[in-house]
């Protein structure tokens, strides 16, 4: 696969996933800052839900921003994958 291929392959993921999982990505909640790098959603876990805020916010705005360039991107997705299935740590105590 050349890069152009890719590109369409993301962008096609991306509709698809954007239009498969709208109404869960909307009912989603971010918080400021996260509990731990790429807990979008503040659950204590990195995992699905923080994908899906990326995927919605892709290209669009900076809800999933994660590296801190003021956009939501592919540097952010590999962030979260790179930390995907973290537990975070209870900050609390």
Request: glycine residues 8%; proline residues 3%.
């Amino acid at each position: 696969m050349n890069e152009e291929q890719i590109q369409q392959l993301i962008a096609i993921l991306l509709l698809s996933a954007s239009l498969f999982f709208a109404p869960q990505i909307k009912a989603q909640q971010q918080c400021d800052p996260p509990t731990c790098t790429a807990d979008l959603n503040c659950d204590a876990v990195v995992g699905t839900n923080d994908l899906l805020i990326i995927l919605e916010a892709w290209g669009l705005s900076e809800n999933g921003d994660l590296d801190g360039n003021g956009a939501t991107g592919s540097d952010d997705l590999i962030i979260l994958l790179s930390h995907y299935g973290t537990i975070c740590a209870d900050t609390e105590n």
